[in-house]
């Protein structure tokens, strides 16, 4: 099992910036996609951005297309998300996760190790 950790999270005003970070730490597992996704009070989880491991094509929701981006450093072993021209609709539990096999990058449900989340709240 290996262990994702998010970071960076944190209160910003709307139109602000945030990076969150992912690292990853413990055994080696198989990658095929890293995703970012978020949950906000009384919704359901839902897909922001995905990075595939063997081409580093990206994707992202329609929500945050054009003002978020995923990235990552291999060598640090961490997965990125620049937030740029925050809304308060953003404000959110923003989770990264690992899939390890093939599976729809917009599904929660194809992702196999999760970090515990980092809060990001947008304030109007």
């Known amino acids: 099992q290996v262990q994702l950790a998010e970071s960076g999270g944190g209160l910003v005003q709307a139109g602000g910036s945030l990076r969150l970070s992912c690292a990853a730490s413990g055994r080696t597992v198989s990658t095929t996609a890293m995703g970012w996704f978020r949950q906000a009070p009384g919704k359901e989880r839902e897909f922001v951005a995905a990075i595939l491991w063997s081409t580093s094509m990206t994707y992202y929701a329609d929500s945050v297309k054009g003002r978020f981006t995923i990235s990552r450093d291999n060598a640090k072993n961490t997965v990125y998300l620049q937030m740029t021209i925050l809304k308060p609709e953003d404000t959110a539990i923003y989770s990264c996760?690992?899939?390890?096999?093939?599976?729809?990058?917009?599904?929660?449900?194809?992702?196999?190790?999760w970090g515990q989340g980092t809060q990001v709240t947008v304030s109007s």
């Open positions: 996760a690992n899939r390890r096999y093939w599976g729809s990058i917009f599904t929660d449900r194809a992702y196999d190790d």
